[in-house]
C-alpha cells in the first residue's frame, strides 16, 4: 500500500477507534484523538464548536474530515516556516 494510503488509512482507522457507539465523536471523543494521536494538549473547544457545523454537539465524518485537512494544512505551513526537515528555533517552536 503506498505510503499516503496507508496515512489515509490511519486517519480513518482513528475515527473509527474513537467514536462512540453512535458513530460520531462527541467533545471527550475528539479530545482523546487530539492528546493521545495528536499530542496536542491544549484544550480545544472554540475548535470543537466551529467545526461542529450542525451545532448537535458531535464531529461526524464529514466534520472529522474538515479537521484533518485543517491539520494537514497547518502541519505545511508550519513546516514551510521552519524549513522542510529542519527544526523550528524561532518564536513558537516548539524546541
Ligand atoms: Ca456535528
Redesign the pocket.
Known amino acids: 500500500m503506498a505510503k499516503i494510503h496507508q496515512s489515509i488509512q490511519a486517519v480513518l482507522d482513528f475515527f473509527d477507534q474513537y467514536k462512540g457507539e453512535d458513530g460520531?465523536l462527541d467533545k471527550k471523543e475528539f479530545r482523546a484523538i487530539i492528546e493521545k494521536e495528536c499530542k496536542v494538549h491544549y484544550v480545544l473547544e472554540k475548535l470543537f464548536e466551529k467545526?461542529?457545523?450542525?451545532?448537535?454537539?458531535?464531529?461526524?465524518m464529514e466534520?472529522y474530515s474538515a479537521v484533518i485537512c485543517l491539520m494537514i494544512r497547518a502541519s505545511y505551513y508550519r513546516r514551510k516556516q521552519c524549513g522542510f526537515g529542519g527544526r523550528c528555533t524561532g518564536k513558537g517552536s516548539s524546541k
Open positions: 460520531v467545526l461542529d457545523q450542525n451545532k448537535d454537539g458531535k464531529l461526524d466534520e
